[in-house]
């Protein structure tokens, strides 16, 4: 039995602002709970406080249960870490001191045959056995050939940046699971995961008695595996915690529902008050004539102090101002034409046309070729004219391909990476970014950045450097850029995977609005339900248009 106690946490930034104003609420025995809130609220603060890794100000953490953690940095490896180091990090400390006494010993007998040395070396051994790493690699093996299809001995210094992000993920989510913990931590456990990955991870915490506490901002995930959910509302004093004890399927309207209430209550507290203060200069001013009215007058005031000093109800959430506007521009009739246009070793030739206004859904598994395809179109096509440049200021780098994809007249695309890789925009603040512009776009005076940034939810990051920026805030930022830069062809790879879920939805109605053609990488079922064109890339290598999104691509593949 794992359950998780949070009882009051209060958290202060290294600037002073409070992030967390007494955040309270209880992770029950086997329950499937996701915690949600807009970015930047701390959901991710809140899970490194629970799992030990920062002091909480205030509060108190209790719980009961090994503990595993998925961290947000799993699926974004480029260091030099191994497959092994990968799995490691999924285990306990005493595991994790044992692994890393092992590997610097290993190393020094590497460089050295010193009796010292080699005493050090057999005592790494034995606390590595100790500890439980023999039987751990044992579920590692199992681990690496489902996730990888090689066993670990094989797989174990294999540098984990040769993954794939969803392979990363699926890794470290398989290692949780067959491990030995009964509480899991899980910082944003589906992003990189393509759809199939998705459903196994559904399945997966359905199917698993452990204690599961996970961040999410995937809709459908949410519909189908949280029991619960406990949305982080951020307020001038910090966030606090609303918990819904049902599924996402009843959450809006339960959320829409308790707004109101508080809204009518504030309103009615509202009118007291007034009521109060009228009633009690009514009694100052007759008080003033008439001794009779003093008594009166002191009640009156008493009723007021009384009436204050029990305060107002709990104020309405405060909501973050996302107003996304992407205006796009007229265009030739056709935005893409690709004719027998083969990426090599990813995908067979295939011909389409893109329509200017279309919206079309790019689908298919991790690998398939997908991002692959969008680079290409991002970097102008297989031909670019000076017109088809991109209107971001970063390296895309070159995709292998045969045949040719061109982009129509006074097309100008607009590129989102899924990874948010910025160069350009690292180490400088939002406000000096648009102040400055750049080839694409105008430089904005202070005031009318602050309102661009507003408009995106971003006004209180101003001052903030890119980089210190959470995924979700560092995604609305680069779609504000392309907005600025006048782009015609948004060419988005996975742009949900960040959003908190109201900028998810105004992402959402600014696609529906914008005045131009949409081609989006996703894995988001939800998000992709908006488009009304879908391009599948099999598995096969064959590339495709269907109806209707494809998730289950073996089953067409059977019925095709």
């Keep these: ?13 290294s600037d002073g602002t409070q992030l967390l104003g007494g955040v309270t609420f209880k992770v029950t025995s086997g329950s499937k709970t996701a915690l949600i809130g807009p970015n930047g609220a701390g959901k991710t603060t809140l899970i490194k406080i629970i799992a030990g890794d920062i002091k909480a100000d205030e509060g108190a953490i209790s719980r009961s249960g090994g503990m595993g953690i998925m961290r947000q940095f799993v699926g ?18 005493d595991l994790a001191k044992a692994a890393k006494a092992m590997d610097e010993t290993e190393l020094l007998m590497m460089e050295s045959d010193d009796e010292k040395v080699q005493m050090r070396y ?28 090689v066993p670990f001995e094989r ?7 040769s993954l794939s992000g969803g392979e990363q993920k699926r890794l470290v989510l398989e290692a ?18 393509d759809v199939p990955g998705k459903r196994w991870l559904e399945a997966t915490m359905n199917e698993s008695p452990k204690t599961v506490l996970f961040i999410s901002h995937d809709r459908e995930l949410l519909n189908n595996a949280a029991s619960r959910i406990v949305t982080l509302e951020p307020g001038h004093s910090g966030a606090t915690a609303w918990i819904h004890g049902g599924a996402f399927g009843t959450y809006v309207d339960a959320r829409r529902e308790r707004n109101e209430r508080f809204e009518e209550l504030r309103k009615r507290w509202d009118e007291e008050h007034v009521k109060l203060k009228e009633l009690v200069n009514m009694y100052k001013n007759k008080a003033a004539f008439r001794s009779d009215m003093a008594n009166r007058y002191h009640a ?24 996304m506007r992407l205006k796009g521009g007229r265009t030739a009739k056709r935005a893409i034409v690709a004719k027998n246009l083969e990426l090599t070793g990813l995908m067979k030739p295939f011909s389409n046309e893109i329509w200017f206004g279309d919206r079309v859904a790019i689908l298919g598994s991790n690998g398939s070729g997908k991002s692959h395809f969008l680079r290409l179109l991002a970097a102008g096509g297989t031909d670019p004219e000076r017109e088809h440049l991109p209107v971001s200021d970063f390296e895309i780098a070159e995709v292998p391909h045969e045949g040719t994809v061109k982009l129509g007249a006074r097309i100008r695309p607009g590129f989102f990476a899924q990874t948010h890789s910025r160069p350009d925009l690292m180490g400088r603040s939002l406000l000096d970014i648009l102040h400055r512009g750049d080839e694409h776009r105008s430089g904005m005076a202070r005031e009318a950045a602050s309102g661009a940034l507003d408009g995106y939810g971003l006004a209180g990051q101003a001052e903030q450097k890119y980089d210190s920026l959470s995924g979700g805030q560092q995604a609305r930022f680069q779609i504000l850029l392309l907005q600025l830069s006048g782009a015609t062809l948004l060419l988005l790879d996975e742009p949900t995977d ?25 894995h988001d ?10 391009l599948v890339f099999g598995s096969n290598g064959k590339v495709y248009e269907s109806p209707e999104p494809v998730w289950d691509e073996a089953r067409v593949q059977r019925e095709r």
């Design 525 to 534: 079922r939800w998000f992709a339900r908006s488009f009304d064109r879908f």
């Design 300 to 323: 009156a005031q008493t009723r007021l102090a009384k009436f204050l000093e029990a305060g107002p109800p709990q104020a309405i959430p405060l909501e973050q101002n996302v107003n």
């Design 176 to 193: 949780l699971f067959e491990g030995p913990d009964e509480l899991l931590l899980l910082d944003e456990p589906d992003n990189y995961l």
């Design 498 to 522: 960040n959003l908190d879920l109201h900028s998810g939805e105004a992402l959402e109605k600014a696609i529906d609005s914008f005045e131009g053609t949409v081609l989006a990488v996703t």
């Design 76 to 93: 974004q490896v480029r260091d030099e870490s191994t497959v092994r180091d990968l799995l490691v990090s999924t285990a306990s400390a």
């Design 155 to 161: 797989a174990a210094h294999r540098l984990a940046s």
């Design 1 to 13: 039995m794992a359950h998780i106690d949070v009882s009051d946490i209060h958290y202060f930034l």
């Design 122 to 149: 057999a005592q790494a051994i034995i606390d590595w056995g100790d500890a439980g790493g023999y039987e751990l690699e044992t579920a590692w093996d199992k681990v690496c050939m489902t996730a990888l299809g």
